[in-house]
DNA sequence: GATGCCACTGTCAGATTCTGACAGCAGCGA
DNA sequence: TCGCTGCTGTCAGAATCTGACAGTGGCATC
């Protein structure tokens, strides 16, 4: 009768029977998660309801792990922004489909992401067992080289950029090769046609506007914050494009860029 | 001094100080994985050193997390194909790379995998915080509908015969309209200018040639097991192409399909 | 239908592990 | 110096896990 399908929960548990210990440890980085500024281990401890002891055993258990928790004396702790993934059952399919789809990002002109894709894979091979693996290198093949155009600008800053609601200072090739300075609002990295697009309010036009990364020829990064919120925009954008169909990433550009 | 950076184990211990339990539940998923058929409780107990009683207990646990292990009286213990990832640590960049990339293999033609790439979305959106989901939903976007063209035939045939080495039927219509029956010997399911492209040795031709999915008309499974090694072929046929390069998934297809 | 094999459950004492309390050291800023 | 905090050692009691034993029911073979 058990188990046909894998059920996530709330918050994850590894093992069902030993509710205390496993289960708080995933509770543990939850909670740091949450706390943008150190934390205390009185306050952890007092939060998961466990003695100050059990939580710096917790915290050392999960350092063995490869968990970037960092605790300095006289403040606390911070967990290094990364996140840990509880155990989830796949099917081989959604292996496959993990896998291809890594390695097709690995291929992507964005250099950082390639990366991350190319680290993202080592650490799951290194845990499947062998045969899975060789069915993937067989099945889930990527064939052509690395997508072209390779962007020369840190996409990272807009990245950042984005995460924290901040104007961006653009140095802009159009697709004639008019050069243009602006200062845009970003709130979307998309993918679109083999490239990388900076969705974002662009002030000198004041609308929205997408930008090819290829074509970005310098990024300025700012302290200062966009008055808008970032969701909100890209819901309205959204509601902009032609498809109004599927709820997350439908929709179509058209084929120019900026103007 | 402690953890910096995730270093996998060869069998993926879920928490260092309970050496015992959770790092064995992971250990009998990697057993059962390695049998294809049913394995008796007490073969399963005796290979990990634990008396039947403690293994039930162990089953029993492990299918309360979902992991998708069938008993029948009789005789033994199977494992649907699948596989549970143990616990990863990831940057918030690895995740956007899984992410996006899981994103891409959604909208490619391939209908099963796309699925497997739903499924899998599903699940890990179910576990991440909210924080970063929202983040990936901007910073992860994938702009532009589901790639054409949709391909009829069903490519999990394709995968069940590079699985299990065995030869394919084929009736296929290439780039000029020209339809022709086949035999072949499939190794590699791979991709190409967005569509899927099944890699094969074709006994008519007798060399190695790929079909687009999409122009493959009818599939024929069958149960002749043909005379090679997949992993062989596919070294030999990646020796073929032209660019030696880099060691897993480089190469070009020349533009026009099977002839 | 008798027999053998096997999955599964209940129970209970002993082994193992975890936990909390107490004590103590070290770093850091006020 | 003081206060706050991270971090370690130790130890007894609590909680959990484990193995042994007993018993039920399904299934196939003799």
């Not at 911070?78 to 890594?102: K, N, Q, W, Y």
């Not at 690995?106 to 991350?116: E, I, N, V």
Request: glycine share 10%; with cysteine; charged share 30%.
């Amino acid at each position: 009768m058990s188990g046909r399908g894998f059920r996530p929960r709330p918050l994850g548990s590894i093992v069902a029977s030993d509710m205390s210990r496993s289960e708080r440890l995933l509770d543990l980085i939850q909670i740091l998660r949450r706390h943008r500024r150190p934390v205390s281990g009185r306050t952890l401890a007092a939060e998961m309801g466990v003695s100050i002891r059990t939580l710096y055993r917790d915290i050392a258990t999960l350092q063995g792990q490869g968990a970037p928790i960092e605790g300095e004396a006289g403040l606390g702790y911070v967990l290094r922004p990364g996140f840990m993934l509880p155990p989830l059952m796949f099917t081989d399919e959604e292996i496959e489909a993990i896998v291809l789809g890594s390695r097709w990002v690995a291929k992507q002109p964005d250099r950082r992401l390639s990366q991350a894709a190319t680290d993202a894979l080592a650490k799951i091979a290194a845990v499947l067992p062998d045969d899975l693996r060789e069915d993937l290198d067989a099945t889930a093949l990527l064939v052509g080289p690395r997508a072209e155009p390779v962007e020369d600008v840190d996409l990272g800053v807009v990245r950042q950029a984005i995460r924290n609601e901040r104007k961006l200072g653009l140095l802009y090739r159009d697709a004639g090769g008019v050069a243009s300075e602006r200062v845009v609002w970003p709130f979307a990295l998309g993918f679109f046609d083999k490239v990388r697009v900076v969705v974002a309010w662009c002030e000198m036009r004041q609308d929205y506007r997408h930008f090819r990364a290829d074509r970005i020829a310098a990024l300025t990064a700012t302290d200062i914050r966009y008055p808008r919120r970032r969701q909100a925009m890209l819901r309205e954008w959204r509601g902009t494009l032609g498809t109004p169909g599927s709820r997350a990433e439908s929709g179509k550009l058209s084929s120019g860029g900026a103007s």
